[in-house]
């Protein structure tokens, strides 16, 4: 078996990259920009980056222990300076890695971090749940991501597009996972779901928090413009 890839380190605060999606990020740590610069220096033909979450998103800075066990390889597409000092790359989800052998990059700035990334593939068809229960899990998922992306408007029609025709349910699971406004530790667990049946499991409690504080939300809506209009009414007949 070939050696994992030691691979510099981008530790998010308050994102989650996942497989598969692509994403903007804005580096503003010298730590981070150092590790950015490292990839792009690498001999490889993809530039390529672990996209590792903090245990903390409110720690401002990282250390070795900070970092959360499985990370996203990413590829760079874009890298681009802000007047500011602020670094802007744009990076495209691979595949899921466990984080191994954490050590800081010789000779740059604290928060610098290269890390071995060990494959971590999502197992399908295993006991005690086989692949067609996990496709009809998937399909229930969708189902209920489309509910809540018809309620919440915040899905842009061509994502919803692109979730629904995506090829395979792991791809078609990052893509909803991504779209969900989700807390760290909620997305967190979904990238560290060892097999698909525990990740739609994970992904299906989610979405239906998701679709019941959004069918909640419209009922609160639906009253509010129901007393306004008869506060209205009761106006105009005092008049």
Do not use: Y
């Not at 990259?17 to 150092?34: E, I, K, N």
């Not at 970092?67 to 990076?91: I, Q, Y």
């Not at 060990?118 to 067609?132: I, R, Y």
């Amino acid at each position: 078996m070939a050696p994992a890839p030691s691979l510099p380190i981008l530790p998010l605060r308050d994102v989650h990259v996942f497989p598969t999606v692509a994403s903007p990020l804005l580096l503003g740590r010298a730590g981070s920009v150092a590790a950015l610069e490292t990839a792009l220096r690498a001999e490889r033909p993809e530039k390529l980056v672990l996209l590792v979450a903090q245990r903390d998103p409110l720690d401002a800075e990282v250390a070795t222990d900070g970092l959360c066990p499985v990370g996203v390889v990413a590829r760079v597409e874009h890298v681009s300076r802000l007047p500011d000092g602020t670094v802007k790359a744009v990076v495209h989800g691979l595949r899921r890695a466990r984080v191994r052998r954490v050590q800081a990059i010789p000779g740059q700035p604290a928060g610098a971090f290269v890390a071995e990334a060990v494959p971590m593939p999502l197992l399908t068809g295993s006991t005690p749940s086989p692949a067609a229960d996990v496709h009809a899990a998937a399909r229930v998922v969708a189902e209920r991501f489309e509910g809540w992306a018809a309620l919440s408007r915040r899905v842009p029609p061509e994502a919803l597009t692109a979730v629904r025709e995506a090829p395979g349910i792991e791809r078609q699971a990052w893509g909803i996972a991504s779209h969900l406004p989700l807390p760290h530790g909620d997305r967190q667990a979904l990238l560290e779901a060892t097999d698909a049946a525990t990740l739609f499991e994970r992904l299906a409690a989610l979405v239906e928090r998701e679709l019941e504080l959004a069918q909640l939300g419209q009922a609160i809506d639906e009253r509010a413009r129901e007393a306004v209009g008869k506060n209205q009414r009761e106006f105009w007949l005092h008049e």
